[in-house]
Each structure stands twice: as C-alpha cells, then as structure tokens.
T-cell receptor, first 113, second 118 residues
C-alpha cells in the first residue's frame, strides 16, 4: 500500500536552533517528492520538489534530502525563526500516469523565542 | 494574480443541509482538485478535473459532487451534509504542462474552507 509517514508528529525548538524532519515512503513506482509548509489556517505552500535523481535541494534555510534507495527524505531547517512555526507536509507523487499524490500527516513545528 | 481563492472561509451546517464550496483560480490552470484535511491524517483527494467539462473521482468522493463548466471555477457540492464531513477543505490547481527536464508544474492551494456539520 502506498504510504507516507512523517516523524516526529510534533516538535518544539528554540529560536535560532536547527532541526530535521523525517519522511519515509512506500510509494511505488516513485516520481517525485515534495515538501510543503502549511501555516495555521492557510493552505500548503511548496518548499521543494525532488525527482529520483536529486539528492539535495535547498530553498533558503530549508534543505531537503532524498535517498531513493532507502525511500527516505528529510527536511533540515537552519537557524530557525519564529515564522518557521507551521506544519510541514511530505508528499510523494506516484510514478504512474495518474498524478496521484500521497500526503503525509505532517510534522507540527513550534519555534519558541 | 489572486491565485486560488475559496469561499466561504468558515461554514456551519446542520445535518441534511446542502451547500456549495466555491473555488476559483486566475492562472489559467487546466488541473483543479478538491482535498479534505482531517486531524492526524494527510490530505485526501475528493474529486479532480483535468479541464472544463471533465471531472473524476478521487479517494473519498462519496457525498460530494463537482462540475467544471469553466477553466476558472470548480465548485464542490455537499448534497446532504453529515457530521463525518466536518473538515477543512482545500482547492488546488496546477498547469499540466511539465517544466524543463520533465518536472511537474507546481500545485497551488487555496486558503481553505473550515466546515462544521452539526
């Protein structure tokens, strides 16, 4: 069964610290993996998208990694800011013709001053 | 560009009532989708459309209808609301044309509609 699992479910860190969020997937065939940021009360906004051949992708203080062999991805946030408080959602697109997106349940990050 | 807009932002219904959630986009995207987001679960696809006049069912279509008479609009209708339909609903759109290197075009989400069914 195609699944995307994220850990931890929630995380609290102090402003300025780094953190890493994890995503494991069992989607096959695989097309690409995306990380979204969702602020409270808003829709998800894309941070990165990685295809099979990409290992690392950065977007400012956000760096995503992908290991297609172990079917794992991580999102690393550097020098966290209060505005990073949000849910982070890992989404995998199946590699067939359906453009089916499988969403993880997200990691809720709280950055405290 | 306003992007993807949704109305209303909040709605409370009684069991058995019907209503329509509105979604519009001004990016000329062919693909539009409706998702629901429930606590502790990932977003689940309700219905989607690949162009005006074409719609199809997603993962959880029961109790919902859609139509796509124009490229811009993709309303979601609840026929007879049930408490199990209490959720946050997101509309999304994207262009089907791949980017350089075969990459998917980005999917844009609306701000959501929070629906409570009593």
């Amino acid at each position: 069964k195609n699944q995307v699992e994220q850990s931890p479910q929630s995380l609290i860190i102090l402003e300025g610290k780094n953190c890493t969020l994890q995503c494991n997937y069992t989607v096959s065939p695989f097309s690409n993996l995306r990380w979204y940021k969702q602020d409270t009360g808003r829709g998800p906004v894309s941070l990165t998208i990685m295809t099979f051949s990409e290992n690392t992708k950065s977007n400012g203080r956000y760096t995503a990694t992908l290991d297609a062999d172990t079917k794992q991805s991580s999102l690393h946030i550097t020098a966290s800011q209060l505005s990073d408080s949000a849910s982070y959602i890992c989404v995998v697109r199946a590699g067939d013709s359906s453009y089916k997106l499988i969403f993880g349940s997200g990691t809720r990050l709280l950055v405290r001053p | 560009n306003a992007g993807v807009t949704q109305t209303p932002k909040f709605q409370v219904l009684k069991t058995g009532q019907s209503m329509t959630l509105q979604c519009a986009q001004d990016m000329n995207h062919e693909y539009m989708s409706w998702y629901r987001q429930d606590p502790g679960m990932g977003l689940r696809l309700i219905h989607y459309s690949v162009g005006a006049g074409i719609t199809d069912q997603g993962e959880v279509p029961n109790g919902y209808n859609v139509s796509r008479s124009t490229t811009e609009d993709f309303p979601l209708r609840l026929l007879s609301a049930a408490p199990s339909q209490t959720s946050v609903y997101f509309c999304a759109s994207r262009s089907p044309r791949p980017l350089a290197g075969g990459r998917d075009n980005e999917q844009f989400f609306g701000p959501g509609t929070r629906l409570t069914v009593l």
